[in-house]
């Protein structure tokens, strides 16, 4: 029972990453939700404001580390060609997927959308962040301003969804040994 | 009975009432909305980038910064390149300004839906060379 290099640093970017990704969304976005001066005292706002600052520094940090994980080092593994003469492509896993006629769209489709809209993510996410550290407490008073982060904090956990549910699935099809 | 009245007495005396002074003072919306036209611009940027590398040999070829990363590097590099740069150039423009933000989602929106068009195989792969 070992892991190899490549096989720990796909598990570092697809599910460690993608675990604190999926917590830090919950609880930012519970956050703006609940980030309504009607519902609260001003301590409630403090340490709501508190969490949602996390929450949100946090997601933005781990959707770069993630897009730069992905494309720096698991990436390379994934494109590596195969050289000459070789017939066992498995691991190669672009090639491989190539090389079958029933798997070639989770090149063509899957693995060439994921790899370009997984870096609009951190984009979204530290716009996001940015906004809810400015504005601090004031964002509870300021209702369309705590939506529109809120729309673009959702927008960005969809984009990395769909890059990470191709990552998974397309690591199902050829998992990078 | 008892416990009940307890539990009353506790919330109505943790309940802080907010006062108009404790109500922090409102901060111009420039900054919010130059991250966000940067976030646009960013996203615009890789969707044109992997757009025009599809389309262009060329193009491609001078994407690659490097070898094992292929094209994705340049691409990736230089649209976050220019997201920071035009977060800095806008953050420095619109620091004071206020008033902006509705000018500034609409058009945050239309350059993200744009790059998301450019990042989107079946849209892209419509410009490769027959």
Avoid: C
């Avoid at chain 2, 220019?82 to 350059?111: E, H, N, P, Q």
Wanted: glycine residues 8%; proline residues 5%; aromatic residues 12%.
């Amino acid at each position: 029972m070992q892991l190899t290099n490549r096989e720990l640093w796909t598990l570092i970017h697809g599910m460690g990453l993608g675990a604190l990704f999926l917590l830090a969304f919950g609880g930012g976005l519970a956050g703006f939700y609940s980030l309504r001066p009607e519902w609260l005292t001003t301590a409630g706002i403090r340490e709501r404001i508190a969490r949602l600052d996390v929450g949100t520094v946090v997601m933005a940090v781990v959707a770069w580390l993630t897009v730069i994980t992905g494309t720096w080092i698991v990436y390379p593994w994934y494109r590596a060609a195969p050289p000459e003469g070789t017939t066992e492509l498995e691991a190669y896993p672009r090639s491989y997927l190539l090389a079958n006629e029933n798997l070639a769209d989770w090149h063509h489709f899957g693995m060439e959308w994921k790899e370009h809209i997984a870096w609009i993510a951190p984009y979204l996410a530290t716009a996001v962040a940015f906004g809810a550290v400015y504005y601090g407490r004031r964002l509870a008073y300021e209702p369309a301003v705590r939506r529109l982060l809120m729309w673009v904090f959702i927008a960005a956990f969809a984009v990395a969804g769909i890059a990470g549910l191709f990552g998974a699935l397309i690591t199902k099809a050829a998992p990078i040994l | 009975m008892d416990v009940n009245a307890e539990r009353a007495d506790i919330a109505v005396t943790e309940r802080e009432i907010v006062t108009s002074g404790e109500v922090p003072t409102a901060v111009p919306d420039g900054p919010l909305a130059a991250v966000l036209l940067a976030a646009g611009i960013g996203a615009f940027a890789l969707g044109l980038f992997t757009t025009l590398a599809e389309a262009s040999a060329a193009f491609r070829e001078r994407l690659v910064l490097n070898s094992a990363v292929g094209p994705l590097s340049g691409k990736t590099v230089w649209a976050t390149v220019i997201f920071l740069v035009a977060w800095a150039v806008l953050a420095a423009r619109l620091r004071d300004r206020d008033g902006l933000l509705r000018s500034a989602t609409t058009i945050f929106v239309v350059l993200t839906v744009l790059g998301l068009l450019g990042t989107f195989p079946i849209f892209f792969q419509a410009f490769a060379p027959e």
